[in-house]
């Protein structure tokens, strides 16, 4: 036998309450999972950009100018004559230093960001470089491509990473 008593509003308004907080969060959440997808991508891509482009490939160029400088001055460069070699050594060496963070990067994930802002830097004063210099043969032309869409990346996740 029912009397006819019901719980005051107070009871049944905190479930409501939560209800509605839990709906709001669910839809939120299903808005920013491209987000999120989108961030993921981003960071990965920044992370095998930072060992490929900012590591490897650094590392293999630091090691061709420094053992063998003048197949740079050369082969990209166009410039015969020995003058310039020691001035592409210590390029090599440069490059050595920087592919060496960006190997590390896989090892401890805090160099990420040093490697990212340094070899993006370098790719991107290098991309403008080839780009003013003018006279590009092929081998220029796609280094400055490939320079240029790796600062391109690279100054995409920085910018998250520091605005976020």
Known sequence: MSIGLRPPSSVIAPRRASRSLWSDACRRLRRNRMAVVAVGFLVLLAFWI???AGG??????????????????QQIFGIKGDEVLPVMREVGFANLAMGTLGVLSVLDRSLLVPAA???????????????????????????????????????VYLASTFTS
């Open 50 to 52: 930072a060992f490929w």
């Open 56 to 73: 490897v490939r650094l590392l293999m160029a630091g090691l061709r100018q420094t053992l063998r400088p003048e197949l740079t001055t």
């Open 117 to 155: 802002l340094v070899s993006g830097l370098y790719y991107g004063f290098a991309g403008l470089g080839h780009l003013f210099q003018g006279g590009l043969n092929l081998k220029r032309r796609v280094a400055m491509l490939t320079d240029l869409w790796v600062f391109a990346v690279l100054a």
